[in-house]
């Protein structure tokens, strides 16, 4: 079992500064270059526009990721404190609306900008997720497994470090996928299907009554999992290959 330990907090110059929080800035720091270098390779798009259309899917992403985790959570942390709760699925969701909003406007091609969101979250959203670890603050079930932590009142499974882990698999997948050159859109639909079906899975390890699966967030990430294959299903039959390698 892993042992348990509190790294919420370090202590730097005689001040507690959270890990999440530079941690939730840095993974945001990622996802921004990875989202704009892939406009700017795909899409021929300046580098200022990339950033502009980058800049505001990710406050899109930060606002509606805290609002849901506030809303979930009942927490009275504000946005702008390092700490501040998010809901990945949130996130996720506000992200995509603006990125809708925007792409209509600016008359881009969505599958490639899909991927483009969906490369940049494969690549930041570990290292927001890792604080989580740090923490430990997502505890699931009661649990004996070598991979769950020992909690000061009993092991339970890390609903926060299972996810982490499972984000550097689909970080793998993602990375070995474009290796192949596949249809644009591809890798927006399979992260999507596979992400969104492993929160749920997750969410199986921490609820202990089918009636709280039954929550809007689950619910969310069950429909999101279904149109991610829908989608994926729907591009197996083109053929288009990307027009270049994003490494």
Not at 85 to 96: F, I, V, W
Not at 108 to 134: Q, S, T
Not at 195 to 204: I, K, S, T, V
Not at 211 to 219: F, G, K, S
Request: glycine share 10%; proline share 8%; with cysteine.
């Amino acid at each position: 079992m892993i042992p348990w330990f509190d790294a919420s907090h370090i202590a730097i110059a005689g001040y507690n500064v959270p890990t999440q929080g530079p941690l939730a800035v840095a993974g945001i720091a990622v996802g921004h270059v990875a989202f704009a270098h892939w406009l700017q390779r795909h899409l021929g798009l300046t580098p200022l526009r990339a950033d502009q259309l980058g800049f505001a899917v990710l406050a899109g992403a930060v606002v509606a990721g805290h609002a849901a985790a506030v809303w979930m959570t009942g927490s009275a942390e504000p946005l702008w404190q390092l700490a501040a709760p998010q809901s990945s699925l949130g996130a996720l969701l506000g992200g995509g609306i603006i990125g809708a909003l925007l792409m209509w406007r600016m008359q881009l091609e969505p599958l490639v900008v899909l991927d483009a969101a969906a490369w940049a979250f494969l690549h930041g959203w570990p290292l927001v997720r890792f604080g989580c670890v740090l923490a430990h603050d997502h505890p699931g079930r009661l649990s004996t497994l070598p991979i769950a932590v020992a909690y000061p009142l009993g092991g339970r499974l890390d609903i926060g470090l299972l996810e982490w882990l499972f984000c550097l698999v689909l970080l793998a997948l993602g990375r070995k996928l474009m290796r192949r050159s596949p249809p644009p859109g591809r890798l927006a639909a399979w992260a999507t299907a596979l992400f969104a079906g492993g929160r749920l899975g997750l969410e199986l390890l921490r609820v202990d009554t089918a009636a709280e699966l039954l929550q809007p967030p689950n619910l969310t990430a069950l429909c999101l999992c279904a149109l991610g294959l829908v989608i994926a299903a729907v591009l197996g039959r083109l053929s288009r290959p990307m027009p270049a390698d994003p490494r």
